[in-house]
Nanobody, 123 residues
Framework: QVQLVESGGGLVQAGGSLRLSCAAS????????MGWFHQAPGKEREFVAH????????YYADSVKGRFTISRDNAKNTVYLQMNSLKPEDTAVYYC????????????????WGQGTQVTVSS
């Protein structure tokens, strides 16, 4: 497993942007598919995006497609989530996660999780 630490969350007005980072420990980061999920109060954890080990394949939830971009830098053991045109409904704790194998959209398919970073979008 890898240890994951998210950063970059905060308070932003609707229409604004944030860039989340997730730093991973371990020398095998480039072997992992990485995902981002979010969880709003009282709701289940939901898929946002995932990226293949090479960065060559990405996949997004319909709700963020065209607004969010996932990317990774294997030399820095870091995965990013660029969030543009933020909406109040994007308010949630954002988690990064890692798994071996192809990307999946269910939280249970991931083996390692970060502690989360809060994103709050005001209207």
């Amino acid at each position: 497993q890898v240890q994951l630490v998210e950063s970059g969350g905060g308070l932003v007005q609707a229409g604004g942007s944030l860039r989340l980072s997730c730093a991973a420990s371990g020398r095998t980061f480039s072997s992992y598919t990485m995902g981002w999920f979010h969880q709003a109060p009282g709701k289940e954890r939901e898929f946002v995006a995932h990226i293949s080990w090479s960065g060559g394949r990405t996949y997004y939830a319909d709700s963020v497609k065209g607004r969010f971009t996932i990317s990774r830098d294997n030399a820095k053991n870091t995965v990013y989530l660029q969030m543009n045109s933020l909406k109040p409904e994007d308010t949630a704790v954002y988690y990064c996660a890692a798994r071996l194998g192809r990307g999946v959209e269910t939280p249970g398919g991931y083996d390692s999780w970060g502690q989360g970073t809060q994103v709050t979008v005001s209207s």
